[in-house]
C-alpha cells in the first residue's frame, strides 16, 4: 500500500476523464488558436540565427556581436525553436535553412508545443508513481496539472515557457530515478541521466536563466549521495549527474557557440538580464496571482495538505527514517518553489499572469495530489474521506470546464476570489484572440495591435515589449514575421501607402476611448461571468504633441512621434528610410507651418509629402527645408502634421526635424 494511502477507483477515472478532455481541448486549440505575440519574436530570432549564428531579434547585431543597447543577449537560446522548425522540416512547411510564417508553420509548432506538455504530464505522474509508491496517485496528480487553466491553457503554444517547464521537470525525474537506484541498476541510471540531459538541453536551451534552478536540484541529490555516518557514499551517482548535465552543456555550446561557449559569461548574463528586464514592479505580484488565478479548491488542498505533511514530519509523528522518499519531496519542492520565491524576494518586473513561473506548474500538481492525499488520510471515518474526495474531484471538473467555456483562451483564467477583488486578469496578453478579427478588419486600414494609450486618446503605436522601438509604428498587419495578423488576412496590396485619419487598435485590456467606434470584440465565459478578450477599434489618428526640435535615433529617441517604415540598428544616431516612412505630431494652427527643416543624408531621390499632399523642397547640404502646400487638408484630429518621405534609388537618413516658420 502506498504512503499516501489509496485514493478511490472512482476518482482515478474521473482524473483520467480530466486527462483524456484536456489532451483533446490542447489538440484542438493548437489548430484553433491564433498567433501569438512571443512566437513571432522567435520566429524571427530564428531567421537571424541561421543567417548570422546570434539568437537575436533584427536590428540588434554589433559588429563583434550584440550591439550595446540589446538587454536580452542571454536571456533566450534557441533549442525549442529548433525543435519546433524541425517538425516543420519533417512536413513540408520548411526548409531546413528557411523558417516559414505561414498558418500552417505556426500550427505545427502550437501542437509541437503541445506535444511536450503531454511528455511533461506523463512525467509528472512518473514522478509522482515514485513519490508515493502508487501510480493512482500518478494518475491523481496528472490530472491536476491538465485541470490548471494556467498550464493547459499555454500548452497549445507557449514556445518559451512550457519548454522551459518540461525540461526542468525532465531534469527533476531524472535527479528522483537515480536517488532510488543503486548502482548495479545500469540501465536505470542510463535513463536516469538521459532524462537529466534532455532536461538540462531543453530548459537551459530555451532560457538560460533557469540554470539555478536544475543546479539546485543537482547540487540536493549530490549532497544527499555524499557519505554520512553509518552510510557509505554513492560516488557513482555523484558521476551521472555530473555526466548528464555537462553533456547538456556539451551539447548545448555545439548548438548554439556564440553563447554556450562562454560559460560564466552566459550565466551571470542571464541572471542579470532576466532579473533586469524593464517594465512595473510589484512586490505581491506573485501571491496575488496565484490567490487569483489557481483554482482555489486545489490551492487550498496544496496549502493546507503540505502544511500538515511538514508539520507530521517535523514533529515527529511521522518517525519513518529519512530516506529517498524525503529527497525526491524535496526536489518537488524545491522545482515548485524556489526560483518563486527568490523572483519574490528580488521583486523583478513580471507580467501575463504566473507564465513566467510555469516551470513550477508541474511541481506544484504534484504537491497538490500529495495535499489531497494528506487531507484525505487526516480523516478518521470513511465518509469523510469520501467527502474530500469528492471535493478534489470537482476541484479538477470545474475549472476544466471553465477552461471549455474560455477556449481556446483558458489561460485567461481568474477563479472567483479575482472577481470578488474586482482584480483585472489580463483577458488576452497574448493577442491570441486577435485573428478572429481578419473578416471585420476594413480593406486597407492600419492596424495597431493592443494600441499605446496616452491622455485618453489611443496611439497609433504599440506599447513597447522588447522590440525595437522603430517596430511600434508598424502595421501589424503587414509587419512581415512580427505580425498575428498577416497570415490570417486575404493579400490587398492597398497597405503601407498614405496615413490615413482613421486606423485600427486592437486592444486586449481597458475600455474603448469615447473618439473610437468599436467594430468587434471577442467574448467568452468564465463560469457565470462574461469577459471580454479583446475589442477592435476604429480610433482618429492623434499625434503627440510638438514640443521643439524632434531628434531620432535608433535608440528610441523621437519614437513617439514615428508613424512607419522606419529602420535603424539601436546605436544609430539617425533613422533610415528605404521606401517609404512617415512621422508626425500636432501643432496649433498647422496652416500656419510654413518651412520644416529636416536634417539628414541620401544617397537616391527624395520627394516630401505633408497630410498627403506633395510639399516644394530646398536640398541644402546636411538637411532639407520643406514647405508644405497651403492650405493644408486635415488628418485625423485638427492640427495634426504628417511628414512623409518617399525614397527612390537609394535610402534616407533623418536625424532631427523642426519647425522652422509658422505664420499667423
Known amino acids: 500500500m502506498s504512503p499516501w494511502g489509496d485514493p478511490p477507483r472512482w476518482l482515478i477515472w474521473l482524473c483520467a476523464a480530466v486527462i483524456v478532455a484536456g489532451a483533446a481541448l490542447t489538440v484542438a486549440g493548437a489548430f484553433r488558436i491564433g498567433i501569438t505575440v512571443d512566437e513571432t519574436f522567435h520566429v524571427v530570432r530564428l531567421r537571424n540565427y541561421f543567417d548570422h549564428g546570434w539568437y537575436l531579434l533584427d536590428d540588434d547585431l554589433g559588429p563583434s556581436g550584440p550591439g550595446a543597447w540589446v538587454t536580452d543577449s542571454y536571456v533566450y537560446a534557441p533549442v525549442t525553436a529548433l525543435f519546433l522548425h524541425l517538425l516543420n522540416v519533417v512536413v513540408g512547411n520548411e526548409a531546413w535553412s528557411g523558417v516559414s510564417t505561414s498558418a500552417d508553420a505556426y500550427v505545427v509548432r502550437h501542437l509541437g508545443v503541445a506535444l511536450l506538455a503531454a511528455w511533461t504530464v506523463a512525467s509528472v505522474a512518473v514522478a509522482t508513481r515514485l513519490v508515493s509508491g502508487s501510480w493512482r496517485w500518478g494518475v491523481v496528480a496528472s ?123 552566459w550565466a551571470l548574463g542571464a541572471a542579470s538580464e532576466s532579473a533586469g528586464y524593464q517594465g512595473e514592479r510589484f512586490w505581491a505580484y506573485i501571491p496575488v496571482m496565484v490567490m487569483c488565478t489557481v483554482p482555489v479548491v486545489l490551492l487550498v488542498f496544496g496549502v493546507v495538505g503540505s502544511v500538515a505533511r511538514f508539520r507530521r514530519r517535523v514533529a515527529g509523528r511521522d518517525t519513518t527514517p529519512l530516506g529517498h522518499r524525503d529527497v525526491m519531496m524535496a526536489l518537488v519542492v524545491s522545482q515548485a518553489l524556489l526560483l518563486p520565491v527568490i523572483l519574490m524576494i ?30 484525505r488520510g487526516d480523516m478518521s471515518s470513511k465518509r ?191 533613422i533610415t528610410v528605404e521606401d517609404r516612412a512617415s512621422l508626425g505630431f500636432r501643432t496649433e494652427g498647422v496652416d500656419g507651418v510654413a518651412r520644416l527643416r529636416v536634417r539628414g543624408t541620401a544617397d537616391g531621390n527624395v520627394d516630401f509629402l505633408v497630410n498627403n499632399v506633395p510639399a516644394r523642397v530646398q536640398d541644402s547640404s546636411g538637411s532639407w527645408l520643406v514647405r508644405p502646400a497651403a492650405p493644408l487638408p486635415e488628418l485625423g484630429e485638427p492640427g495634426n502634421l504628417v511628414l512623409t518621405m518617399v525614397v527612390t534609388g537609394g535610402r534616407a537618413r533623418v536625424s532631427h526635424v523642426e519647425v522652422e516658420e509658422v505664420v499667423g
Open 346 to 375: 528580488r521583486v523583478p518586473s513580471l507580467n501575463g499572469g504566473l507564465r513566467h513561473l510555469l516551470f513550477a506548474a508541474p511541481a506544484v500538481a504534484i504537491l497538490m495530489a500529495s495535499g489531497i492525499a494528506q487531507v
Open 384 to 574: 469523510a474521506r469520501t467527502v474530500v474526495a469528492a471535493v478534489a474531484a470537482a476541484g479538477m471538473a470545474v475549472p476544466l470546464a471553465t477552461q471549455v467555456q474560455l477556449f481556446p483562451l483558458a489561460y485567461s483564467y481568474g477563479n472567483p476570489l479575482s472577481d470578488a477583488a474586482g482584480l483585472d486578469v489580463p483577458a488576452d496578453f497574448w493577442q491570441a484572440s486577435f485573428r478572429e478579427y481578419a473578416d471585420v478588419i476594413p480593406s486597407g486600414a492600419h492596424v495597431v495591435c493592443g494600441a499605446e494609450k496616452r491622455d485618453g486618446h489611443l496611439l497609433r503605436q504599440m506599447p513597447f515589449g522588447g522590440q525595437s522601438w522603430l517596430a511600434l509604428s508598424q502595421d501589424c498587419a503587414t509587419v512581415g514575421a512580427l505580425s498575428v495578423l498577416q497570415p490570417y488576412l486575404e493579400p490587398t496590396g492597398a497597405r503601407g501607402g498614405a496615413v490615413g485619419p482613421d486606423f485600427v487598435a486592437l486592444i486586449w485590456r481597458g475600455d474603448a476611448p469615447d473618439d473610437c467606434t468599436e467594430i468587434g470584440r471577442v467574448t467568452r465565459r468564465r463560469l457565470a461571468t462574461e469577459v471580454v478578450a479583446s475589442r477592435a477599434l476604429l480610433c482618429p489618428l492623434v499625434l503627440s504633441d510638438y514640443e521643439g526640435p524632434i531628434a531620432v535615433d535608433g535608440a528610441g529617441n523621437g519614437a513617439r512621434y514615428l508613424l512607419g517604415g522606419w529602420t535603424a540598428d539601436g546605436g544609430d544616431p539617425d
Open 143 to 265: 490530472a491536476v496539472l491538465v485541470a490548471l487553466p494556467m498550464w493547459s491553457g499555454h500548452a497549445m503554444f507557449n514556445v518559451k515557457d512550457v519548454p522551459v517547464a518540461a525540461g526542468y521537470t525532465f531534469a527533476t525525474l531524472g535527479c528522483m530515478v537515480l536517488v532510488t537506484l543503486d548502482r548495479s541498476a545500469r540501465r536505470r541510471r542510463a535513463v536516469a541521466v538521459l532524462l537529466l540531459f534532455v532536461g538540462v538541453v531543453l530548459a537551459v536551451g530555451t532560457r538560460p536563466a533557469i540554470w539555478p534552478g536544475l543546479a539546485a536540484a543537482i547540487g540536493l541529490v549530490a549532497v544527499a549521495s555524499l557519505p554520512r555516518p553509518g552510510r557509505a557514499g554513492q560516488v557513482w551517482r555523484i558521476a551521472d549527474l555530473a555526466v548528464g548535465s555537462i553533456a547538456g552543456l556539451a551539447v548545448l555550446a555545439v548548438i548554439y557557440p556564440s553563447v554556450y561557449t562562454h560559460p560564466v559569461r
